[in-house]
Each structure stands twice: as C-alpha cells, then as structure tokens.
C-alpha cells in the first residue's frame, strides 16, 4: 500500500474497491488528456483524489471558474471506473508516475490498469490498435475490430508502467490511437473513446469530439490563411522578418 511505502505524492480521500482505472499522461496530440477529460465530463465523475510531484514544474488549469489539479484522480460509481486525468507532462518524471498509478492501483485493488496514447502516423488515417498480455481481453478487442499493435515503440509513462507491471499479475491493457499532428487530436481521442465503449461498455458519444476537430482544423486554416495575407503586406515594412499571432 503507498501508505507503508510513504508515498506522499498521492492524496485520496476516498477508497472504492475492485476498480477499473483509466489512465493518460500528455503525448503525441494530447489524445490521452483529450480522452480523459471528455469523460470525466460525460460520465459526471466526482474528484476523490489527487497526485502532486513536487519536483515537477507547477502546472495547473482553470475550467468553469474551478481549479484543476495537475493530476487529478476521478471516480465514477455506476462503473466502479477510475479516471486519472494529467494536465502536466511528466517527462523526466515517467517511473515516478508510473509507480503512483501502481500505488493507486494497490489501494484501490483495482482489476485492471487501461493506459492511453497516441502514436504518431505520417497517414491521415483514424486506427486504433492495442496491445495487452491478457489473451481474454485480446480476443474481446479484436472482436470489436481493433487491431493488435504488432510492432512498435512505446515511450513515457507507459512503457514505465509496463515494465512496472511485467512481474505484476494485475492486468493491463494499452489502447493506442494514430495521430498525425502535434496539435490537439480530438479525432483520435474520439477513436479512444470508441474503442473504451466498446470494450468497457460506457455508452459515452464521441461525435462531438469529431465536431469539435472540425472545428478546431477549420479555426486552424483561417489563420493560417490570414498569417500568408499578413505576410504578403508587410514582408517589405518587416525587412524579413515575420511576425504573427493567434487571436
């Protein structure tokens, strides 16, 4: 338990039992922070705890006029399913969250760890793979048409906690969707929660998610299209250089 080991990076002020947790640190298109927002909002989860690094730079959001805690830790009753949601990078800091989550994991006894990430594709295309050493949750995944991973290179928390978890009998599954932008990617964290509500049963909608990448990539080509017409009139005044803005 994190308390015998005296992890004090970990506050939880309550315990349910016998959890799925659902974790995601930022990545390639902020898909796992994307995906664990949205349904932190549309399963209308309740805050139970929270994960605070100390040597980590302070980061914190503001949403709706409330604070939001670097790493949060949410809880949703209807299906027993913990959600860890991180605003924060934790890079130089992997195998410090990875054995947090292991802690959390721990108390709460949970059945199973689901990590989420983008991976990086040159191709416009919306798969998503898996990768997972528990054959029942293979065959369950590829029913629902989703691809094993098969090769590939996995860094950050989560290749921290899979090899955390390589001697460990809990099970986990990863859940990868293709991204093709630095950008934020609601189209693959649209195709996360497509695959998590196949495979956990969440009945959560992704559409808007989909609406909301239109959006955002339609936002993204009107400034860029202003920023060449800036460019245009004042490359004389600016001498070469360039400058531009976002509103």
């Known amino acids: 338990m994190a308390e015998k080991r005296g992890n004090k990076d970990i506050q939880l002020w309550k315990k349910p039992k016998n959890v799925t947790i659902i974790e995601g640190f930022p990545g390639f298109g902020l898909v796992a922070t994307i995906t664990t927002g949205y349904l932190i909002e549309h399963l209308k989860c309740e ?16 949403h709706k006029n409330k604070m939001i805690d670097p790493i949060g830790i949410y809880y949703n009753k209807a299906k027993n399913l913990i959600i860890i949601h991180a605003i924060t990078s934790a890079q130089g800091l992997e195998w410090k969250a990875a054995q947090a989550i292991l802690d959390i994991a721990n108390q709460l006894t949970a059945k199973e760890i689901i990590s ?40 950050g928390v989560t290749s921290a906690l899979m090899l955390r978890l390589k001697r460990n009998k809990m099970p986990m599954t990863c859940l990868f969707a293709e991204t093709h932008s630095q950008l934020p990617d609601s189209r693959a964290a649209a195709k996360v929660i497509e695959m998590l509500d196949g495979y956990l049963g969440l009945k959560v909608d992704f559409k808007p998610l989909l609406k909301e990448a239109a959006e955002f990539e339609k936002k993204l080509k009107g400034i860029a299209t202003d920023f060449q017409k800036t460019e245009k009139q004042q490359g004389k005044k600016c001498s070469g250089k360039h400058f531009g803005y976002i509103r």
Do not use: C, M
């Open 47 to 62: 805050q139970i705890g929270s994960v605070y690094f100390e040597d980590a730079a302070p980061t914190l959001a503001v």
């Open 116 to 155: 989420i990430e983008g991976v990086g594709s040159k191709e416009k295309s919306e798969r998503g793979f898996h990768y997972t050493q528990n054959q029942k949750a293979s065959k369950r995944l590829q029913k629902l048409g989703i691809d094993e991973l098969g090769e590939g290179i996995i860094v």
